[in-house]
């Protein structure tokens, strides 16, 4: 090795997986049951489709292992209610 030649240095990097659902702006996500999901459609008069989507793609999704055509209920915090809830179906 010539004098010049400094030995390089390696970097290391350490990866951790993150939990999407630990970090505080994401609000909580529930994978219904098929018999929960019946029961919310039945509360609201509709059918899936009428239910707001959510991309299979979606992190939060992933994470809880969603599948297409199921329904996740989502908390929310709220200033003024304390929590709200909302449903999404589940697309491709």
């Known amino acids: 090795m010539s004098p010049s030649a400094a030995p390089s240095k390696k970097k290391v990097v350490l990866v951790t997986k993150f939990a999407v659902r630990d970090h505080e702006m994401v609000p909580d996500h529930v994978l219904l049951t098929p018999e929960e999901g019946v029961e919310v459609l039945k509360a609201f008069n509709i059918v899936a489709p009428q239910l707001p989507k959510i991309h299979i793609n979606d992190p939060a999704a992933k994470e809880i292992g969603?599948?297409?055509?199921?329904?996740?209920?989502i908390v929310r915090k709220s200033t003024t209610a304390k929590h709200s809830v909302f449903y999404r179906l589940?697309?491709?």
């Open 90 to 92: 589940v697309i491709d």
């Open 66 to 73: 969603a599948k297409v055509g199921d329904i996740i209920k």
